[in-house]
């Protein structure tokens, strides 16, 4: 099995599916999954649930999955 991948797209490409919970680590802005963030806004997934320890900010880090359109709802489990 080959782990390693050109693109964040790539990489998540046949395992992102709807309704997923997903973990994503980092602390405040710093140390983000920034790239798979950005993947998974593009990837028009539906229904996930993410677990973190910071909800980004409005344009920047897992804010952008709270920006999506209410077709592609997404909930967040946040802690600060």
Do not use: H
């Amino acid at each position: 099995m080959n782990k390693l991948y050109s693109n964040a797209k790539e990489a998540l490409s046949d395992v992102i599916k709807d309704g997923m919970l997903i973990a994503a680590g980092g602390f405040g802005l710093c140390g983000i999954p920034e790239n798979l963030i950005n993947a998974l806004r593009d990837s028009k997934v539906k229904n996930l649930t993410v677990v973190s320890n910071n909800a980004g900010v409005d344009d920047f880090g897992l804010g952008l999955l709270l920006q999506n359109k209410a077709d592609q709802k997404n909930d967040s489990i946040l802690c600060w």
